[in-house]
Structure formats: C-alpha cells, structure tokens
C-alpha cells in the first residue's frame, strides 16, 4: 500500500507527464506547420512517450492500492521563436521533470517506500538520457548554425536513439 503523500506526489508527476505528452505534441504542431518534418517527427514520438511514462505511474499507483487521478492540465505554449529556441525550452522541461523525480525519490525516503523508490530508478535513469539526448541536439544545432537546419532536420529522427534506453520522459 503506498503511503499518503507517496501517492500524492505520485499523482502529481501524473499530471506532470501528461502536461509533458501535450507540450510535446504542440511543439510538434508547431515544427510540423513551419516544415520540420524530422523535428515533428522526432517531438511526436517523445508525445508517445510521454503518454507511455504517464500510464505506466497510473498503473503503478493503482497496482499499490492507490487512487491515479487524472487531472486536466493547463493549455501548452503554440508559438516558439525557432527550433533552437523550441529545443532550449525541451532542455528545461526535461530539468524540471528531473527534479520532479529527485523530489518523489525524497518523499519515498522520508516515508520509508523503499518499494517505490526502487521502481523509480527506472525514470531517473531516463531523465539522464532524456537530458543528454537534447543537449546532444543543442550541440548539433549550434554547429550546423542557422543557416544548415535543412540538413539537421533530415538527420534528426536518427537521433531518437542516441544516449537512450528506449527512448525520452
């Protein structure tokens, strides 16, 4: 049985990687609609993922005698500057959602679920080759410059896999 403010944070990240799937099938809107298909491509597949991460918490915290609560979420941002805008703003989410991990991992402690502290490695393994994965991408970006994307975003896709175990958070 999971202990009240493990499900709580738990139910959180939820909402969390469901605003995550959204960001993530917007920016690939938005990529899609200035004509980076391997940028929507790659953004429509971290969607899946993201929705993947989501499901596999709300069967957890339902397997642990838990509630999942689905929430609705707040609207994604529609509009990004550029692709090197749009992935320096995938780099921070992908921040943020780290430490959105690290904190669940401290409330297991502090509530002594070892249980699911241990099931979360699997996420905070991810969350290292999700980070690394964008700032992979940064790094090709800022060497191809503004003036090479074309090449970029045909070579994107093959990038999925690069540094991941599977693929993104």
Known sequence: MLPKKVEEILNRQILREDYSSQLYLSMASWAEAQGY??????LYAQTEEE?????????YVNEREGKAVIPGIETPPAEFGDVFELFDKVLEHEKFITGSFNEIIAVCIAENDFTTQSWLQ???????????A??????????????????????????????QAGTTA
């Open 37 to 42: 298909e391997g940028v929507s491509g790659w």
């Open 51 to 59: 929705r993947m991460h989501m499901l596999k918490l709300v069967r």
């Open 122 to 132: 699997w996420y905070v393994t991810e969350q290292v080759e999700e980070e690394a």
């Open 134 to 163: 964008v700032r992979a991408i940064i790094d090709k970006l800022r060497l191809l410059g503004k003036h090479n994307l074309y090449m970029f975003d045909r070579d994107i896709l093959s990038m999925r896999g690069t540094g």
